[in-house]
């Protein structure tokens, strides 16, 4: 063999081999990156502090800073612009300069104190405390007559027309099947005061014991927030002093005018 042809071969053997190991080098850059990723990843969450939630709600609604115990919060408050089934929601502006859209609070009857979770999702709309929307009037909502005579427009017209009133309710009552429900029965009850209509009570129906398993009350506080409480329609006849103990909740929970 000549010396030409075995440098040939040698300098061939020597190429690839550079080359190969090239080749392995750049198959690695990705395996590095992605160790030097997950290394990050890892020295972030060991060396980062946990934050715990603030255990107060807080934000306006109507011009005026409300605070809640976040205990009493099943699910978390909305505040203005993005909704919360928008992944967005997160990036709201949050506490107590900025507006709440609505709060949801969970209730044990007649202490209100804050209520159980577990209870909460097992029992759902039968739960045996009190279920408490909060939110600012928007539109008519405060108008409850306008909210009475939806209700009942909604009602079958033989039973709807007329009305009776309730002595041990103290409270005025129309039964019949709502036409939006498939014709499930319902009762829309109603308290007047001097001509005005004070609060509006919805109470849904089974066919199966007990018949009417939870009632919805809506009233209005101070003129400017929208309160929708639902309960058990065995706390029905107690709804004048569930609304007292309400008002006061809310009335404790003002802490200030708004900025």
């Not at 690839?16 to 160790?35: D, H, K, M, Q, T």
């Not at 209870?119 to 009475?148: M, N, T, W």
């Not at 033989?158 to 319902?186: A, C, I, M, N, S």
Request: include cysteine; aromatic fraction near 14%.
């Amino acid at each position: 063999m000549t010396t030409f042809k075995v440098l040939a071969i040698w300098l061939y053997r020597f190429v690839w081999s550079v080359l190969r190991i090239f080749s392995g080098l750049l198959l690695l850059i990705p395996a590095v990156v992605f160790v030097a990723h997950i290394a990050d990843r890892i020295e972030r969450s060991t060396t980062s502090t946990y934050v715990p939630p603030d255990p107060i709600v807080c934000g306006k609604m109507a011009g005026m800073v409300y605070e809640f115990p976040r205990v009493y919060f099943p699910f978390w408050p909305e505040y203005e612009e993005k909704s919360s089934f928008d992944p967005d929601f997160i990036n709201n502006k949050r506490g107590c300069d900025a507006n709440l859209r609505s709060v949801f609070l969970a209730m044990a009857w007649p202490t209100l104190e804050p209520a159980k979770d577990r209870l909460i999702f097992e029992q759902g709309l039968e739960h045996e405390g009190l279920l408490v929307a909060i939110s600012p009037i928007f539109a008519k909502e405060g108008d409850l007559r306008l909210g009475r005579d939806y209700l009942l427009s909604r009602l079958n017209h033989e039973v709807g027309k007329g009305f009776t009133y309730d002595e041990w309710l103290k409270l005025y009552l129309v039964e019949g099947e709502d036409k939006l429900l498939g014709g499930k029965r319902k009762r829309v009850y109603w308290s007047e005061d001097s001509g005005e209509i004070t609060s509006v009570i919805e109470c849904l129906w089974r066919p199966r014991e007990p018949n009417f398993y939870t009632c919805e009350m809506t009233f209005v506080v101070f003129g400017q927030l929208y309160v929708k409480a639902r309960m058990l329609p065995g706390k029905l006849v107690q709804w004048p002093k569930i609304r007292l103990a309400l008002e006061v909740f809310i009335n404790k929970s003002r802490t200030r005018g708004g900025v």
